[in-house]
């Protein structure tokens, strides 16, 4: 769920031209990922949850 250092995932789909792309991306972790979420948005619904 965290990783320490961005690990690549590589990934193959369709895309809306019905060919096969192929995508490498580095992924953060979740935790890492939400957290960099909840600190960067000003919603007000992330303010009434942040209660919780």
């Given amino acids: ?3 320490p250092d961005k690990q690549v995932i590589k990934f193959t789909y369709i895309n809306q031209y019905d060919s096969a792309a ?5 992924f953060e ?4 990922n939400l957290e960099r979420h909840y ?3 000003d919603s007000g619904v992330v303010i009434v949850l942040a209660k919780y």
Avoid: C, H
């Fill in 1 to 3: 769920m965290d990783s």
């Fill in 22 to 26: 192929a995508r490498e991306y580095a």
């Fill in 39 to 41: 600190l960067e948005t």
């Fill in 29 to 32: 972790g979740m935790i890492r």
